[in-house]
């Protein structure tokens, strides 16, 4: 019985230039999400950023001249354009590692090349049913009434995924959310000002906005914080689907010793949780 590699090919072989061709493209697609997520196993929030902020993939033959005994020999270039520079921070730190589960996968690469997307390219999504998910995700939790148990440990799910974006480095990110010992999220009248150490947006009518509470031992490292990235945490959570209208810090009480909303792995938990003592 042939395998489904050889059954494929033999499908492509069949089939017209076009469809050939498009075919081709939606195998390396797969095969490209299969190695993010390879590589980033340990870590899968970060594979879906990087997958969510891929703009677009190709495969080319190294077209420079070069010098040596290789010199006449062919190499293959796997490019990958990215709209997001924490994201390329990311992947520059892990290319060997991106290339090698790229080689697993099938694809016979022997160098990785990342770009900026720019212009046209930035509006592209590889991947868009990625921030489908998300979106649709997050507004039939919160869609008429405040967020409690599960719904809120996604949405802060969300949160935690704003601060990756807007931090340039993945321990930097992890800095800032390991300050926070709990955090909540609770629907809030769209007149509602925003308080100390916050960063708000406008509210349309109808739209259902929440108030991000951060519970820390250090208000004032906090606030300074808040006040000089809240801003960019609420717009990253927005175009995620989560509409946040500000960011308040609070003193952690003592039932919050030893215990943290975001986790490295796994699901956030809920100030509410933590503070009846689940969670840690």
């Not at 609770?186 to 308080?195: M, Y």
């Not at 801003?231 to 509409?243: E, K, M, Q, W, Y």
């Amino acid at each position: 019985m042939q395998s489904l590699s050889t059954g494929l090919n033999a499908l492509t072989d069949r089939l017209g230039p076009k469809a050939a061709a498009a075919l081709k493209r939606s195998r390396n697609k797969e095969r490209y999400r299969a190695a993010v997520e390879r590589a980033w196993r340990g870590r899968p929030e970060v594979a879906r950023l990087v997958l969510m902020h891929t703009n677009g993939i190709y495969i080319a033959k190294d077209e420079r001249p070069r010098k040596g005994p290789d010199r006449d020999r062919d190499i293959w270039v796997f490019g990958i354009y990215l709209d997001d520079a924490m994201v390329r921070t990311e992947v520059d730190a892990w290319q060997s590692v991106l290339l090698t589960a790229l080689r697993q996968e099938g694809l016979s690469v022997e160098e990785l090349r990342f770009m900026p997307a720019k212009w046209d390219m930035r509006q592209r999504r590889l991947f868009p049913e990625l921030w489908e998910e998300d979106a649709t995700a997050v507004s039939e939790r919160t869609g008429g009434r405040s967020l409690q148990g599960r719904d809120e440990s996604r949405a802060l799910d969300v949160v935690k995924r704003a601060v990756y974006l807007v931090f340039e480095d993945t321990e930097q990110a992890w800095a800032f959310l390991e300050q926070v010992r709990g955090a909540s999220l609770d629907e809030v009248p769209a007149t509602r000002d925003a308080g100390e150490g916050t960063a708000g947006e406008g509210c349309r009518q109808g739209e259902k906005r929440y108030w991000l509470t951060f519970y820390v031992d250090d208000t004032e490292a906090m606030k300074r914080l808040a006040r000089s990235f809240g801003g960019a945490i609420v717009s990253r959570a927005r175009r995620l689907g989560l509409r946040i209208r500000g960011i308040s810090v609070r003193q952690a009480g003592p039932e919050l010793a030893g215990m943290r909303t975001f986790q490295r792995q796994g699901a956030s938990v809920p100030y509410r949780l933590l503070k009846g003592g689940e969670g840690s």
